[in-house]
């Protein structure tokens, strides 16, 4: 597995788990604000291929804290583009700890195969933008993205979808669209745009919501999920 950092401790992004977050190297998308260019670019992932951290070392990270954490989140980057995922959380599981997944839905087949095995103890999918702009948005034609949604909604693991918005790119019909994808979903969030890295620096002129215009948007998608949350 190509590991790009450790984050020691999290107490938000596993839900009611103490975690650490391992982030892989290298996407399949290129979503211009993406705040996290260094992981998906390919000159920067070949710079950094230079200075990943070995599956040695995260490991002996682990097994110096089985007593403080309780899970790993795999995000970021993508992790399902890698080859290796299956046995990198294999090895996870075998130390003992809870596995949650950051993923943006673009490989059904892995994520199935993740949940066929009981690999995954919570899911986090991204949903960035209505199904009539995702090629636009990711680079990359996506017919997928739907069917990981069913199959995420579907399974019987905890899970979530997030959706990052900006003013610019989800007008309402935009959002209706989105909400509509995620019918029946137990658990939303929508996530405020944050300006100061993005993978293309035109999204850096672009706006986040205010925390009220956020509030009516959340009317948008009450009606067809079941919990909808504001972050």
């Known amino acids: 597995m190509l590991i790009s950092g450790i984050q020691p401790f999290t107490i938000l992004d596993f839900p009611d788990r103490i975690a650490c977050i391992v982030f892989t190297l290298g996407c399949n998308f290129r979503c211009g604000y993406c705040h996290n260019p260094e992981f998906v670019l390919p000159e920067k992932v070949r710079e950094m291929r230079t200075a990943v951290i070995s599956e040695d070392t995260f490991f002996r990270f682990l097994s110096q804290r089985k007593n403080l954490l309780e899970g790993v989140v795999i995000s970021g980057g993508e992790p399902t583009i890698h080859q290796d995922l299956v046995e990198f959380i294999l090895r996870i599981k075998k130390e003992g700890f809870l596995v949650k997944l950051d993923t943006n839905g673009s490989n059904p087949e892995v994520v199935q195969n993740l949940l066929d095995q009981n690999l995954l103890d919570y899911i986090a999918m991204d949903v960035k933008t ?57 658990r939303v969030y929508l996530q405020q745009f944050r300006s100061q890295t993005t993978l293309d620096p035109l999204f850096e002129s672009y706006h986040a919501f205010t925390q009220a215009e956020m509030e009516g948007v959340k009317e948008i998608f009450a009606p067809y999920c079941e919990e909808v949350f504001v972050r």
């Open 130 to 186: 209505s199904k009539e702009q995702y090629q636009s948005l990711v680079g990359r034609g996506v017919p997928a993205i739907e069917k990981t949604i069913s199959l995420i909604r579907d399974n019987g693991v905890p899970y979530e979808f997030r959706c990052t918005l900006l003013r610019e790119l989800h007008p309402p019909s935009v959002l209706a669209s989105m909400a509509q994808m995620m019918h029946g979903a137990r």
